[in-house]
């Protein structure tokens, strides 16, 4: 099963059922399924001043303006956001939360901190079992084909490891992924991301630009917004796999 | 329990909150649309209309361009029969209408119609062929782009950065101009595609604006009051974090009552919290020193 949740108000109460529902009754892999209209979710955490959860909001209100179902998540590990009854499920996926090159974070308290590694390697002991994941897990099943865009919204998603690899993007690309976008560099935790994840969002799912495309548009709109004094925040950074996909209107990927 | 039962409880639970709680949501259901200010900028008079901005995007994206691209390949034609304006809008140093089509998104300066913004979405880069033009090509291009439409580089010095996209490569062509080690509103730019040499994004940000003085507050001054203003943001305060900074620039900006002002842009983050910590934009006012946190 599958409990979402309005990510604004998260009372403990609500916070706990979740956590315990989530814990007994969603299998690590639950069945994937094909929604109509097709499911976006969107994972966000909450650590001291990195509050991303108006990102969440700004890409689920737009991606459902345009035809997808969106979720705005908190308080679920990066397993969870995986699972069957999520990534498997999505056809749109992003996580907002800190990050480095081979994997991004999520936690709704500090304490407990989870992430999604692009392969064991960067897992900590080489396990990718729950709480945290590895898109490398899913690229022999091919699971995950169905999903047409990915955002790592996170510092150095996507800078290259030694060996020149964009770590998360291909292992993304290696799992049936169409498109996805990092950034190459520090981004901020401030505004800019949040005038870009709307502004993105808007341009690919609502007007119907390709990803490239509708980048740099939300480029152009960051670096025009007052009172960012023409700083883009690390966003003019973003590095893109599937440059051509279109997500007008709302569908599976291929 | 089923997943539909699932699912329909999960959409009371969002309506919910939703129903008791009106914060953001609304102001994120649509595109950015920051609306003028009360406080007026007299640069951000309005002296056009938006027909002539539609008019100022067309002058540009129907003029031919002499191809300077690798074998001679044309830029792909805007179609520019659906252009719509809306606006006004603020921005960060003019008002624009944005002008908007399937293959256009263009802002429109209401002082005095240049076209500030355009981005041609059908002509962003499909691909990487392996193969690259030189970057004196690329600036070679960007020039005679610019030239093309009437848009003056002169006195400015072009320096030219290939863009890694992942799976694009482009140039990025900046003409910037600086006083006093300072950027001031005249900037021009064009990114293209490091390929075919076909240019897809083009800005032209500029206004009017007084020459500005030497900043009072040195790049050390200002790195070291955006690290203090940091501390405890995302992390404890311990005796002595450490920190890397990663962008400090001197510019010119103006408030939104159009005053003129010199600040400091510092992006900083502590680097003793690991992948844990946030990264910041930090103001520093170059003549009193006094900070903003951007968040």
Redesign the interface.
Known sequence: ??????S??APAA?FAVALFLGGL?LPAHAAA?VYSPPYADFGCSV????DSR?KC??A???VS?AGYTGFSNSYLTASTMMSG?YAQSDAIWGIFG???PG?I?MTAD?AN?SAVYSDPTHAPGGNCGAPNACLSSYASSQILHRVRFMLFGG?ET?K?NATGH?EL?EAAKADGVDSSIGF?????????LS?WT??FF??ST?????V??AA??AE??V?????????Y??VQN???????VVLKPAAYGN | ???N???G??II??GA??A??V???AA?????N?EP?KAVDPYFAVATTPDAAIAAVKAIVETPVRSLAAGGMAAPTQRTTDLTASGPY????FR?YKV?G?DV?A?VDVHDSHV??L?L??C????YSGSSISPDKAMAIASDYLAAHGVSTDSLAPVVVAK?????KTFQVTWQKTINSAEVPDLRFV?LDASTGIV??M?N?SRPYSTPPAASVSANDAVSRAEQAVIG???PAVTKPAFSV??TKL?V?FS?SGSQQL?W?V?V?RTDLG???????V?VDAMTGKTV???
């Open positions: 099963m599958r409990l979402k949740k309005g604004l108000f609500v009754l399924a650590f001291n001043n990195w108006p909001d700004y689920k209100a737009q303006s009854s800190h990050a480095g994997g974070n500090g901190w510092c996507a290259r964009y993007q190459s560099t520090l981004i901020t935790t401030g505004n800019q005038t709307n502004s808007y341009w609502v007007h119907g630009q390709n490239l495309a740099t548009s152009a709109d670096y025009n917004t007052p009172s960012y004094y023409h700083d925040g690390g973003s590095v893109v796999f599937g440059p051509t | 329990m089923s997943k039962l699932a699912r409880l999960s639970v969002v909150v939703l008791v709680t914060v953001g949501v994120a259901s649509g595109h950015q920051t200010n603020d921005g960060d140093l624009y908007i399937r998104y802002m500030a913004s981005v979405a059908n962003a880069p499909t691909g890694d996209r992942g799976e694009v990114e897809f994004v800005r940000a943001l995302d992390g990663s962008e510019q900006a939104a600040i842009q992006m983050r992948q844990r910590a946030d990264a910041f934009v103001t946190v951007m968040q």
